[in-house]
Protein backbone atom coordinates (compact mmCIF):
# COMPACT_ATOMS: atom_id res chain seq x y z
CA UNK A 1 0.00 0.00 0.00
CA UNK A 2 0.76 3.28 -0.88
CA UNK A 3 1.90 5.57 2.93
CA UNK A 4 3.41 8.36 3.92
CA UNK A 5 4.62 8.56 7.63
CA UNK A 6 5.50 11.40 9.57
CA UNK A 7 6.00 10.16 13.23
CA UNK A 8 6.13 13.43 14.79
CA UNK A 9 3.31 15.37 15.28
CA UNK A 10 5.08 18.41 16.83
CA UNK A 11 8.77 19.22 16.57
CA UNK A 12 9.67 22.73 18.88
CA UNK A 13 13.18 23.99 18.62
CA UNK A 14 14.60 27.19 19.87
CA UNK A 15 15.80 30.07 17.13
CA UNK A 16 19.09 28.87 15.83
CA UNK A 17 18.75 24.88 16.60
CA UNK A 18 18.73 22.19 14.13
CA UNK A 19 15.87 20.73 12.67
CA UNK A 20 14.78 17.67 11.21
CA UNK A 21 11.46 17.10 10.25
CA UNK A 22 10.73 12.83 9.54
CA UNK A 23 9.07 11.41 6.04
CA UNK A 24 8.77 7.54 5.48
CA UNK A 25 7.16 6.04 2.67
CA UNK A 26 5.94 2.66 1.57
CA UNK A 27 5.68 2.41 -2.57
CA UNK A 28 7.27 -0.06 -4.04
CA UNK A 29 8.00 1.91 -7.50
CA UNK A 30 10.11 5.27 -7.34
CA UNK A 31 8.02 8.17 -6.29
CA UNK A 32 8.14 11.44 -6.75
CA UNK A 33 8.25 13.24 -3.00
CA UNK A 34 7.40 16.45 -1.87
CA UNK A 35 7.23 18.64 1.19
CA UNK A 36 4.38 21.36 1.66
CA UNK A 37 4.33 24.05 4.49
CA UNK A 38 1.38 25.63 5.64
CA UNK A 39 1.95 29.11 7.31
CA UNK A 40 -0.65 30.31 9.69
CA UNK A 41 -3.67 32.00 8.06
CA UNK A 42 -2.21 31.12 4.52
CA UNK A 43 -2.62 27.96 1.89
CA UNK A 44 -0.92 25.07 1.77
CA UNK A 45 1.85 25.65 -0.66
CA UNK A 46 4.74 23.84 -2.42
CA UNK A 47 8.50 24.05 -0.07
CA UNK A 48 10.04 21.27 -2.07
CA UNK A 49 10.52 18.43 -4.03
CA UNK A 50 13.12 15.88 -4.52
CA UNK A 51 13.47 16.28 -7.99
CA UNK A 52 14.15 19.79 -8.09
CA UNK A 53 17.29 18.90 -5.53
CA UNK A 54 17.28 22.86 -4.40
CA UNK A 55 17.55 24.59 -1.46
CA UNK A 56 14.31 26.08 -0.16
CA UNK A 57 14.34 29.34 2.83
CA UNK A 58 17.63 26.90 4.02
CA UNK A 59 15.57 23.42 4.04
CA UNK A 60 16.97 20.97 2.19
CA UNK A 61 15.74 17.13 1.53
CA UNK A 62 17.40 13.92 0.33
CA UNK A 63 15.43 11.09 -1.07
CA UNK A 64 17.35 8.30 0.63
CA UNK A 65 15.67 4.89 -1.63
CA UNK A 66 17.06 2.22 1.15
CA UNK A 67 15.54 3.77 3.70
CA UNK A 68 12.67 5.16 1.60
CA UNK A 69 12.86 8.74 3.55
CA UNK A 70 13.05 12.21 2.80
CA UNK A 71 13.45 13.87 6.06
CA UNK A 72 13.51 17.88 5.85
CA UNK A 73 16.18 19.53 7.30
CA UNK A 74 17.24 23.19 7.97
CA UNK A 75 20.35 23.72 10.21
CA UNK A 76 19.55 27.04 12.02
CA UNK A 77 15.83 27.74 12.83
CA UNK A 78 14.34 30.37 12.56
CA UNK A 79 10.73 31.81 13.94
CA UNK A 80 9.26 32.50 10.92
CA UNK A 81 10.07 29.02 9.92
CA UNK A 82 6.97 27.97 12.24
CA UNK A 83 4.07 25.96 10.71
CA UNK A 84 2.71 22.71 9.77
CA UNK A 85 4.64 20.64 7.09
CA UNK A 86 3.70 17.65 5.36
CA UNK A 87 5.08 15.20 3.03
CA UNK A 88 3.28 13.94 0.37
CA UNK A 89 3.97 11.30 -2.41
CA UNK A 90 3.00 10.78 -5.77
CA UNK A 91 3.51 7.34 -7.60
CA UNK A 92 5.71 6.77 -10.64
CA UNK A 93 4.30 8.45 -13.67
CA UNK A 94 4.46 5.11 -15.48
CA UNK A 95 1.47 3.61 -13.14
CA UNK A 96 -1.84 4.21 -13.19
CA UNK A 97 -2.41 5.93 -9.89
CA UNK A 98 0.18 9.19 -11.58
CA UNK A 99 -1.80 12.10 -10.39
CA UNK A 100 -2.62 10.65 -7.17
CA UNK A 101 -1.06 12.93 -3.87
CA UNK A 102 -0.60 10.93 -0.93
CA UNK A 103 -0.13 13.38 2.03
CA UNK A 104 1.23 12.68 5.42
CA UNK A 105 -0.45 13.08 8.60
CA UNK A 106 1.87 16.29 9.17
CA UNK A 107 4.32 17.73 11.59
CA UNK A 108 4.15 21.05 13.56
CA UNK A 109 6.93 23.03 13.93
CA UNK A 110 7.10 25.48 16.95
CA UNK A 111 10.54 27.53 16.89
CA UNK A 112 10.77 29.32 20.09
CA UNK A 113 12.76 32.72 20.45
CA UNK B 1 -4.03 35.26 -7.20
CA UNK B 2 -3.51 31.23 -7.02
CA UNK B 3 -6.09 29.79 -9.62
CA UNK B 4 -8.03 27.91 -6.90
CA UNK B 5 -10.97 29.20 -5.73
CA UNK B 6 -12.81 27.20 -3.22
CA UNK B 7 -16.77 28.59 -1.91
CA UNK B 8 -18.06 28.95 0.73
CA UNK B 9 -15.12 29.95 2.77
CA UNK B 10 -17.09 29.11 6.41
CA UNK B 11 -20.45 26.90 5.96
CA UNK B 12 -23.24 25.73 8.29
CA UNK B 13 -25.29 22.92 7.68
CA UNK B 14 -28.14 21.22 9.42
CA UNK B 15 -27.94 17.85 10.12
CA UNK B 16 -29.65 15.67 7.78
CA UNK B 17 -28.87 18.01 5.06
CA UNK B 18 -27.14 17.53 2.23
CA UNK B 19 -24.48 20.52 0.92
CA UNK B 20 -21.88 21.35 -1.77
CA UNK B 21 -18.71 23.02 -2.11
CA UNK B 22 -17.61 24.42 -4.82
CA UNK B 23 -13.85 24.36 -6.63
CA UNK B 24 -12.75 26.13 -9.40
CA UNK B 25 -9.34 26.08 -10.92
CA UNK B 26 -8.09 27.87 -14.48
CA UNK B 27 -4.91 26.68 -14.35
CA UNK B 28 -6.05 24.43 -17.09
CA UNK B 29 -4.89 20.80 -14.87
CA UNK B 30 -6.33 17.97 -15.39
CA UNK B 31 -6.03 16.49 -11.89
CA UNK B 32 -8.22 17.66 -8.75
CA UNK B 33 -8.38 16.88 -5.04
CA UNK B 34 -10.12 17.14 -2.28
CA UNK B 35 -9.38 16.49 1.13
CA UNK B 36 -10.26 16.68 4.58
CA UNK B 37 -8.15 18.23 7.47
CA UNK B 38 -8.61 17.84 10.71
CA UNK B 39 -6.69 18.55 13.88
CA UNK B 40 -3.84 15.56 14.24
CA UNK B 41 -4.82 13.70 11.60
CA UNK B 42 -3.30 15.46 8.43
CA UNK B 43 -4.65 15.42 5.10
CA UNK B 44 -6.91 12.60 4.19
CA UNK B 45 -8.00 12.29 0.71
CA UNK B 46 -11.39 11.72 -0.04
CA UNK B 47 -11.90 11.71 -4.30
CA UNK B 48 -9.26 12.69 -6.80
CA UNK B 49 -9.96 13.27 -10.51
CA UNK B 50 -7.22 12.92 -13.01
CA UNK B 51 -9.82 13.81 -16.17
CA UNK B 52 -12.93 14.73 -17.46
CA UNK B 53 -15.89 12.57 -16.22
CA UNK B 54 -13.50 10.47 -14.07
CA UNK B 55 -13.01 9.84 -10.50
CA UNK B 56 -11.36 7.46 -7.68
CA UNK B 57 -12.79 7.41 -4.56
CA UNK B 58 -9.43 8.35 -1.40
CA UNK B 59 -9.19 6.56 1.63
CA UNK B 60 -12.26 8.35 3.31
CA UNK B 61 -15.23 8.35 0.33
CA UNK B 62 -17.89 7.09 2.45
CA UNK B 63 -20.39 10.02 2.97
CA UNK B 64 -18.99 12.05 0.06
CA UNK B 65 -20.03 12.45 -3.74
CA UNK B 66 -18.26 13.85 -6.56
CA UNK B 67 -18.56 15.22 -10.18
CA UNK B 68 -16.50 16.48 -12.85
CA UNK B 69 -18.48 17.83 -15.70
CA UNK B 70 -15.84 20.07 -16.72
CA UNK B 71 -11.91 20.81 -16.30
CA UNK B 72 -12.29 23.20 -14.44
CA UNK B 73 -14.67 22.64 -11.71
CA UNK B 74 -14.95 19.68 -8.91
CA UNK B 75 -17.86 20.11 -6.32
CA UNK B 76 -17.69 18.01 -3.59
CA UNK B 77 -21.27 16.97 -2.02
CA UNK B 78 -21.41 16.07 1.96
CA UNK B 79 -24.16 13.94 2.19
CA UNK B 80 -26.61 13.24 5.13
CA UNK B 81 -24.80 9.74 5.36
CA UNK B 82 -21.29 11.29 6.92
CA UNK B 83 -20.92 10.77 9.69
CA UNK B 84 -18.68 13.48 11.29
CA UNK B 85 -18.77 15.85 8.31
CA UNK B 86 -17.67 19.05 10.34
CA UNK B 87 -13.93 19.81 9.24
CA UNK B 88 -12.26 21.83 7.51
CA UNK B 89 -11.84 20.95 3.08
CA UNK B 90 -9.46 21.59 0.77
CA UNK B 91 -9.28 21.53 -2.50
CA UNK B 92 -6.12 21.02 -5.27
CA UNK B 93 -5.26 20.30 -8.53
CA UNK B 94 -2.12 19.60 -10.07
CA UNK B 95 -0.73 19.06 -13.86
CA UNK B 96 2.55 17.35 -14.33
CA UNK B 97 4.40 18.74 -11.35
CA UNK B 98 3.08 20.52 -7.82
CA UNK B 99 0.03 20.88 -6.83
CA UNK B 100 -1.82 24.12 -5.84
CA UNK B 101 -4.38 24.57 -2.81
CA UNK B 102 -7.58 26.73 -2.36
CA UNK B 103 -7.81 28.77 0.82
CA UNK B 104 -10.60 25.89 1.95
CA UNK B 105 -13.76 25.97 3.24
CA UNK B 106 -14.40 25.34 6.76
CA UNK B 107 -17.99 23.62 7.19
CA UNK B 108 -19.74 23.15 10.72
CA UNK B 109 -23.00 20.60 11.09
CA UNK B 110 -25.28 22.84 13.69
Known amino acids: AQRVTQPEKLLSVFKGAPVELKCNYSYSGSPELFWYVQYSRQRLQLLLRHISRESIKGFTADLNKGETSFHLKKPFAQEEDSAMYYC???????????????FGAGTRLAVHP | DGGITQSPKYLFRKEGQNVTLSCEQN?????MYWYRQDPGQGLRLIYY???????QKGDIAEGYSVSREKKESFPLTVTSAQKNPTAFYLC?????????FGQGTRLTVV
Open chain 2, 27 to 31: LNHDA
Open chain 2, 92 to 100: ASSGTSEAF
Open chain 2, 49 to 55: SQIVNDF
Open chain 1, 88 to 102: ALRPSMFSGGYNKLI
